[in-house]
């Protein structure tokens, strides 16, 4: 009777967070889910929508659609006594069957019975993460500490395709993921780096797509000196982030690569040793292809030669359009374009793709005459592949011009 009295007083322990089960005290009631499926996904829908109360019609139509009950009311009143019976199993506990109750015509998750929700707990500790972040910094670490314990992955992950569970999913994951950050946030202002790796691990694991993370986790390797690791971690998100989504690297990701290239391991006074590592990662057989960006810093850094030292340096404008307004593929036609382009020039030239439709040339040591011949051969060889897209070049001098400028060529093969 004592053990009676004693598994009454203990509460309904439910886990939805990566992984669901339901457990009161050592027993885990959710154990063969897969034998009641139906059961517990009833279960799961009225947990998850514990603040409405549903129709039987509503419930019936959104779990079972494919079935046409002659009597879903019926239907639905004994699925949650089985329900409520597989609640109860091997229990004394009648408080369980009110878990669900029923009342003017609706079915309800009973927000008084006693139970306990890892979700409730969860948004409840972040919320005083939050509350306690400005006042005292160290206690919303440990809140927040635990809040992210909580969260194992993603709310019922086994109800991934069902679209009753979509919004409060994403609404739990939105949650997690600003307190992290906050997390990130208080930690980094205390410096505890090796706190901030353990977070950030954990965060992969369930949210690898967020570059705010990548961020924090980098800047931390780079403060533990960590230079290889921080590297390491840049080339594989940058191409990762590229390859899946598309996405080049932001300018936030740019400013982290600027420390990254800043940073040595070892300070080397070796000039041998430094000149053989510039070589070994940029061996070059063509032209050298880059993004606008580093294309300007080339470009302002011929700027100063020229000033100094005197010299040629010609800068070509490659534009594509259409014949007639005709719409042919664009980007085809620009991924034949820097082909040519970078089969005809030298090793010393310099190429970016300004936009969509354009090509920039850095042209050194050569004369005006030389840079047209190397411009009619890209046109010429180009037309022969393209015959149904026009390519205008445009050659002038790195020097100041006037906007009618002589020396300025333009082709249209």
């Known amino acids: 009777m004592k053990l009676a009295a004693k598994w009454k007083t203990q509460p309904l322990e439910i886990y939805t967070l990566g992984k669901f089960y339901v457990k009161r005290g050592n027993k885990i009631i959710s154990a063969h889910a897969n034998k009641s499926y139906k059961l517990w996904k009833l279960f799961k829908y009225l947990l ?24 879903p009311k019926k239907a639905l009143r004994t699925a949650v006594y089985r329900l409520r019976k597989l609640l109860n199993e091997n229990s004394d506990n ?8 029923f009342s003017q015509g609706c079915y309800k998750w009973n927000l008084d019975a ?37 969260y194992k992955g993603d709310y019922l992950p086994e109800c991934a395709y069902d679209e009753w569970a979509l919004p409060i999913r994403s609404y739990y994951r ?35 797509f967020e570059e705010d993370f990548h961020i924090y986790f980098i800047d931390a390797l780079l403060a533990l000196g960590k230079i290889k690791e921080a590297r390491s971690h840049y080339e594989y998100i940058t191409s990762l982030f590229y390859r899946e989504l598309g996405v080049k690297p932001s300018l936030a990701m740019k400013s982290i690569y600027k420390r990254l290239t800043a940073e040595n391991e070892n300070v080397k006074t070796d000039l041998f040793s430094i000149q053989y590592q510039l070589t070994e990662q940029y061996v070059l057989d063509r032209a050298f292809f880059c ?14 030669r020229l000033e100094r030292s005197g010299g040629s340096v010609f800068l070509a404008l490659l534009t594509v ?17 820097l082909h040519f382009i970078l089969s005809s020039l030298r090793k010393g030239d310099v190429v970016t793709k300004w936009n969509d439709t354009q090509f920039l040339l850095l042209l050194s040591a050569l004369n005006f005459e030389q840079g047209e011949k190397i411009l ?5 060889d ?24 002589e020396t300025c060529a333009r082709h249209e093969p």
């Open 376 to 380: 009619h051969r890209i046109c010429s």
């Open 321 to 337: 359009a259409a014949i007639n307004h005709k719409a042919p593929n664009i980007n085809k036609a620009t991924d034949i374009l």
């Open 48 to 71: 998850t929508n514990r603040d409405k109360n549903i129709l039987p019609e509503v419930v019936m139509d959104t779990l079972w659609p494919e079935n046409n009950y002659s009597d």
């Open 291 to 304: 993004e606008p960006d580093v294309f300007s810093e080339f470009y302002q850094l011929e700027r100063r």
């Open 174 to 208: 939105h949650i997690y993921l600003q307190s992290a950050l906050e997390l990130l946030r208080l930690l980094h202002n205390k410096q505890r780096y090796d706190a901030i790796i353990k977070i950030c691990e954990t965060v992969f694991a369930i949210e690898l």
């Open 114 to 150: 006693d139970y306990w929700l890892d979700t409730d707990e969860f948004e409840m500790l972040c919320k005083q993460g939050q509350d306690w972040a400005a006042r005292e910094p160290e206690k919303a670490i440990k809140i927040y500490s635990k809040a992210i314990a909580l």
């Open 94 to 101: 009648v408080k369980s069957s009110d878990i669900i109750v």
């Open 382 to 405: 180009f037309k022969q592949q393209q015959p149904d897209v026009v390519l205008y070049a445009t050659l002038q001098p790195m020097t100041p011009l006037s906007p009618y400028a």
